[in-house]
């Protein structure tokens, strides 16, 4: 059988595009492509053949702003890797109000881990903060790549721990820190974020009210705070 890389995925069909657009289509699939082939090289230490065995079958997508990745209560079938653009993982609560878990620009992955191992509905939606374009990975990639490459066993170990660690010390911060605390925490886990992200998208994540932060940033100018 010949394999083909695919444009688009399956479940996000594409919209229609006229043949003076076709071109610029194809030049972002094969960038996108060919960053995330550096990035497994440089991170998860794959050989050029690995890579490409690997690569063989992947899905690029442009969203635009506001499309979604993931609806609360579908089960999440990909792991995205965002090449360009923006996205962001949240919940809703009951009152309609949202409650920003990630964000994830270039060179981030972002997904509902606990949806897609244990095949559940995810309480997650994914959605694109800028026009993006995104690498999707299913569980036939990760699979595969544990089969071909140990080297990819030990990155992805640490990438799960690192994500376990990040998780408690984001719950640690919401539960016991200041909002000066917190905000200084995100700006060294996003510093190109500040002018990217709304603010009440930046509250929204650090668990205050759009009026709190706008209080701790005029308190952190007041002492000549400078993020670095």
């Not at 794959?46 to 209560?73: C, P």
């Amino acid at each position: 059988m010949k394999h083909t890389h695919a444009l688009f995925p399956h479940h996000l069909p594409p919209k229609k595009i006229t043949p003076s657009t076709f071109y610029f289509f194809l030049f972002t699939f094969h960038s996108a492509l060919e960053n995330f082939k550096t990035y497994l090289k440089e991170k998860a230490h794959l050989t050029v053949d690995e890579v490409a065995e690997l690569t063989r079958e992947l899905s690029v997508k442009t969203v635009g702003k506001s499309d979604f990745l993931l609806h609360e209560g579908e089960v999440c079938h990909y792991s995205f890797f965002v090449d360009k653009g923006l996205l962001r993982s949240y919940t809703i609560d009951e009152g309609g109000k949202e409650h920003i878990i990630q964000f994830a620009p270039e060179n981030w992955f972002i997904t509902d881990r606990s949806s897609a191992y244990f095949m559940e509905p995810s309480q997650l939606t994914i959605d694109a903060i800028e026009e993006s374009t995104v690498v999707f990975l299913d569980n036939t990639f990760m699979e595969k790549a544990r089969d071909l490459s140990k080297e990819f066993i030990r990155y992805n170990e640490k990438a799960l721990h690192n994500f376990i660690r990040h998780q408690q010390q984001r719950i640690n911060l919401l539960l016991s820190a200041t909002a000066e605390q917190r905000y200084l925490d995100f700006i060294s886990l996003y510093p190109d974020l500040m002018l990217r992200v709304p603010q009440w998208m930046i509250a929204s994540y650090l668990g205050l009210t759009p009026e709190s932060l706008s209080r701790v940033r005029k308190e952190l100018a007041r002492k000549n705070f400078k993020p670095q």
